[in-house]
């Protein structure tokens, strides 16, 4: 029985920000640049860094949820 990490997981009590896997764009200059935009935030097919002006790559980030309040 070890209990201990049961303890541990609970005592650790966070606000509960939900989080999702989101689509991103990630700056293909990996190691280099790490911009990153959601998905959603783009319109382009195949959005350029705005900081170096490299092509994007599709990726997958996990992400606080956002409120959709309009
Ligand atoms: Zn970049």
Redesign the pocket.
Known sequence: MREGALIKSSFFNKPEIPEQESPIWI???EG??K?WIRENFTFEKIPI?P????NMVHGIKVLPVLKNES
């Open positions: 700056c293909s200059q280099i640049c911009v860094c900081v170096c002006g490299s």
